[in-house]
């Protein structure tokens, strides 16, 4: 019986061996084929999609979750691509003139003189500075986000500054109710904030921005609203202003327009303070930016 045992137990081992080859071979037969599909999938076009069976098991949710991947990928590959697309136009703007000059002055043999020097070197330089700060920011924060120093702000006296610097600075008067309100945030961020939402209703206003702070003690939230008369956004539009390069009016030039990121700087800033911001219509007939934000910023 030994001697027999001996003899066949080789061949039962192969057969065994053989069937768990089988078995394994055409259960994971789907998983090569995921991996086939993926692997011809190029860097340069992100549309194919791997294709899900029937069969509802695992290797179907795989590949579905597989393709949910492959759906932000190309997401944020288009995006990058629209972004370094729209960096490069406008960063090319103010640069062709600076050049414009320069080429000028040496083949005139003139010196650049004082009023072409503050009225288009000034203000294409600083409008270069300004394009390079916030890609910078932009560029940051998409890499490893956001990063804030923070501390106990009162949040009212930043509200309070950036209003007395922007009614110095635009030659307005702004309506503005500011309510003591003190927060957990970076004071320099915050600052950048309100500017930038200032900045951008002063431009389209028409004669009147208002400010408006609010406390909900409840929730432990303070709301900031900043309002003007201008022209208003519709409302299919309202989503996408906070969009990075998004201008509204196309036929607002440039300079006057602004670098089309202050919003989305503000966007990335009230998301790192884990608020809202929202575009709605104003009283005055105009836009109101909406700002909420927790007192208490969560790890």
């Given amino acids: ?39 011809q999938i190029s860097t340069t076009d992100l549309s194919a999609r791997i294709t899900v069976s029937e069969s509802g098991d695992e290797i179907a949710a795989l590949a579905d979750t597989m393709n949910s991947m492959l759906d932000r990928l190309e997401d944020s ?21 600076l050049v414009g000059i320069v080429d000028l002055a040496i083949k005139t043999g003139q010196p650049i003189d004082v009023a072409t020097a503050d009225q288009i070197l000034k203000p294409e330089v600083t409008r270069l ?26 949040l009212d006296d930043l509200v309070d500054e950036e209003v007395r610097r922007s009614e110095l600075s635009h030659d307005i008067s702004i309506e503005a109710t500011i309510v003591p309100t003190r927060m957990v945030g970076d ?12 900045d951008n209703a002063i431009r389209y206003s028409s004669e009147r921005v208002s400010v408006r702070m609010s406390v909900d003690d409840a929730r432990r939230t303070v709301r900031v609203e900043v309002s003007d008369d201008g022209p208003g956004i519709a409302d299919d539009a309202k989503d ?13 030039d440039r300079r006057g327009g602004g670098t089309g990121l202050g919003l989305a700087i503000v966007s990335v800033i009230v998301r790192a303070h884990h608020g809202n911001v929202r ?5 005055f007939g105009g836009t109101t930016i909406r700002i909420e934000l927790p007192l208490d910023v969560a790890d």
């Fill in 187 to 198: 004071p320099q961020r915050l600052s950048s904030m309100i500017r930038n939402i200032l």
């Fill in 279 to 283: 575009a709605l219509d104003s009283e």
């Fill in 129 to 154: 500075r300004d394009l390079i700060t916030d890609l910078l920011l932009l560029a940051s924060a998409d890499e490893r986000g956001l990063r804030l120093t923070t501390v106990d702000v009162d």
């Fill in 1 to 39: 019986m030994f001697v027999l045992l001996c003899a066949f137990f080789p061949f039962v081992l192969a057969l065994v061996v053989w069937l768990v080859h089988v078995l394994v071979g055409r259960t994971l037969k789907p998983v090569e084929e995921i991996r086939s599909e993926v692997s």
């Fill in 77 to 97: 590959y288009s995006r990058q691509l629209q972004f370094v697309g729209d960096a490069s136009h406008e960063l090319r703007s103010p640069l062709v003139t």
């Fill in 240 to 252: 996408h202003v906070f969009d990075r390069f998004v201008r509204l009016d196309p036929e607002r």
